[in-house]
């Protein structure tokens, strides 16, 4: 093949991208189709795919859907090696709908010499990456990623240009797959009833990002005492309660995901000379098969210091 590597056919990528596009979308309405993707992708560019949600900072990742990797060597990967990533600190300025290519995030050298190659990679026999980004919020990415052995080349212009196209149908199936799961918490007659109880509920993920918020968490919010939001983060207007809450909404999330075991715990929230607010932070289950960018969660409950009350106001 004239791309290097071995590549796809000409004839194959309409054949290919048709068929994609149509899993890509049922995907959105049935997390249980994403299997479907990643084995396609798998099996197209002749290698191993996930669909990963991932910090670039690596200080968190959730691997939700897999094709061709072994399972000792994925929990090897969300146990370490995300943190030894050399590829994801480069991508916090990749736009949505692109895509992005090993060779080009990190010269060779660095990478032959590197931890994330020779231990992570080549023990499986791979090497040439490539991810299709199909969301970046602040820094947070979901992407549908292949890896392939070294034999293979690296991937070709016909090869970006249908990964390109999947890029751009990804971010809208995303899109509409974590809309239907905040549809579905809001539905939550438990939620509901929290409401009414005066008890601010947020569901957040491991990067504190603000998936969901009943009316009275969203009024909290809005006034910006004792909790706010920074860049659709979650954050304590305090500095040091703010640390607090952060550690304990990562380890919840961790939790949540299988690869921890604290089980969250409680914060004061300072709110200047008025009473302090409680936030109770703890795991939650993964909204479906995790890829509708909920992933794993935690679940942030914020009461009054006081009884129990209807409001936040003293």
């Not at 009275?216 to 979650?234: F, N």
């Not at 709110?271 to 909204?287: I, N, T």
């Amino acid at each position: 093949d004239s791309e290097g590597g071995r590549g796809l056919r000409e004839t194959d990528v309409t054949r290919r991208l048709s068929a994609l596009i149509g899993q890509i979308y049922d995907a959105a309405l049935d997390s249980t189709r994403w299997t479907e993707i990643v084995s396609s992708l798998a099996a197209a560019f002749k290698g191993s795919a996930v669909l990963i949600s991932q910090d670039v900072y690596n200080t968190y990742t959730n691997v939700s859907v897999t094709a061709g990797f072994e399972p000792a060597f994925l929990r090897a990967y969300t146990e370490h090696y995300y943190k030894t990533n050399l590829w994801m600190p480069r991508l916090q300025d990749a736009p949505e709908r692109s895509v992005v290519v090993g060779e080009e995030l990190v010269p060779q050298g660095v990478y032959e010499h590197s931890e994330f190659y020779n231990d992570f990679w080549r023990p499986q026999g791979l090497y040439h990456g490539v991810g299709c980004i199909g969301s970046n919020e602040g820094g947070f990415i979901t992407a549908a990623s292949i890896i392939r052995p070294r034999g293979e080349g690296e991937y070709g212009p016909s090869e970006r240009e249908l990964l390109l196209s999947i890029a751009v149908h990804l971010r809208r199936a995303l899109k509409i797959a974590r809309q239907l799961a905040i549809t579905n918490i809001q539905k939550d007659a438990a939620l509901q009833e929290l409401d009414r109880l005066g008890t601010a509920a947020l569901i957040v993920d491991g990067s504190a990002r603000v998936l969901f918020a009943n009316p009275l968490a969203e009024d909290l919010l809005r006034k910006g005492e004792g909790l706010r939001l920074h860049e659709g983060r979650l954050a304590s207007s305090h500095p040091d309660s703010d640390t607090r809450m952060q550690a304990l909404i990562r380890q919840a999330v961790m939790t949540a995901a299988g690869t921890g075991t604290e089980g969250g715990g409680a914060i004061l929230l300072p709110r200047g000379m008025r009473r302090p607010l409680v936030a109770f932070v703890s795991p939650a289950p993964v909204l479906g098969s995790g890829v509708e960018r909920a992933g794993p969660i935690a679940l942030v409950f914020v009461r009054g210091s006081g009884a129990v009350i209807a409001s936040f106001e003293p």
